[in-house]
């Protein structure tokens, strides 16, 4: 069997080595001197209370600009489609007015069939 003092003495070397790897990853601020088991998991507590209300509000706000974008997106689309329209129809003005400058009309025919 093995020694139950051998395993006590072995666990508790374990829990240290395992609450020094959590006091370097809970900031300790100012009182960074000793600090009893309780205080470290009450401020480790703190901290990990502190990241997930840091990742929720991130979280949100990736929701939020997702929908934005989404919305910009919709814009952007309607705006291509009223362009591609202003510009369909800038051709045909276009069209119209490059027949006039030839002399002619599109609606009454050429100043000298207009005479007839």
């Given at each position: 069997?093995?020694?139950?003092?051998?395993?006590?003495?072995?666990?508790?070397?374990?829990?240290?080595?395992?609450?020094?790897?959590?006091?370097?990853?809970?900031?300790?601020?100012?009182?960074?001197?000793?600090?009893?088991?309780?205080?470290?998991?009450?401020?480790?507590?703190?901290?990990?209370?502190?990241l997930e209300d840091?990742?929720?509000?991130?979280?949100?706000?990736?929701?939020?600009?997702?929908?934005?974008?989404?919305?910009l997106q919709r814009?952007?689309?309607?705006?291509?489609?009223?362009?591609?329209?202003?510009?369909?129809?800038?051709?045909?003005?276009?069209?119209?007015?490059?027949?006039?400058?030839?002399?002619?009309?599109?609606?009454?025919?050429?100043?000298?069939?207009?005479?007839?």
């Amino acid at each position: 069997e093995a020694d139950p003092s051998v395993c006590s003495h072995s666990r508790r070397a374990q829990l240290r080595l395992c609450l020094e790897r959590l006091k370097g990853l809970v900031p300790l601020g100012a009182a960074a001197g000793r600090h009893t088991t309780l205080s470290l998991l009450t401020r480790a507590r703190l901290h990990i209370q502190k990241l997930e209300d840091q990742e929720r509000r991130a979280l949100h706000q990736i929701e939020q600009l997702q929908r934005e974008q989404r919305h910009l997106q919709r814009q952007l689309e309607k705006l291509g489609m009223e362009r591609v329209r202003i510009d369909s129809i800038g051709s045909s003005l276009s069209s119209e007015r490059s027949d006039s400058d030839r002399g002619e009309s599109p609606r009454w025919g050429t100043a000298a069939e207009r005479s007839v």
